[in-house]
């Protein structure tokens, strides 16, 4: 056992020598994934597309040959609750960190409401979300996927095109 011992501590001696701290990363706590505007125009960048994006707060509007998205950025680690039907939820319920949130469904729907106003086309609603799920109750046309499936879900809506480049600069001038 102390030869084993001692055999041990000799290959985590020349591992540290070799390798440095990277040896011992596997012991690193991993860091949250974050989610920001940054990422999704990185995604939307790779798929090499035609797109225009109109960026602000947690919303993100892509206009592509297959059509409108309205994408929503839900970056809370952690249980949310309250009224699907309200304007803000609450996050954290029962803690110190309880505060008021946006409802993303609720603020999903009035922009993909305000697009179909202004341009008479339909948009679909997607709800970003960094890891773990976000039950609802009330089923809702909007889809709440994670950030790590982003990418995929999107090449493949990518392959239907219904708008051409100069509807997608006359929907963009509308709705920017």
Known sequence: VI??????????????IKYGKKAFSVFNKKEDINIKQESIKMLVDVLDIYYKMIQNNDTTILILESGIYVIYLLDYDGMISGNIKEE???????????RLIDNPIYVLKSKINEIKEKTNY??????????????????????????NSFYYHFSKLIKNKKISIEEINKIYEKIG
């Open 122 to 147: 339909d948009s679909k609603g997607y709800i970003l979300i960094k890891q773990g799920s976000f039950n609802i109750l009330n089923r809702t046309d909007i889809e709440i996927i994670s950030i």
């Open 88 to 98: 803000k939820l609450i996050f954290g319920k029962n803690t110190r960190k309880e």
């Open 3 to 16: 030869i084993i011992l001692v055999i041990t501590i000799i290959k985590i001696v020349f591992d540290y």
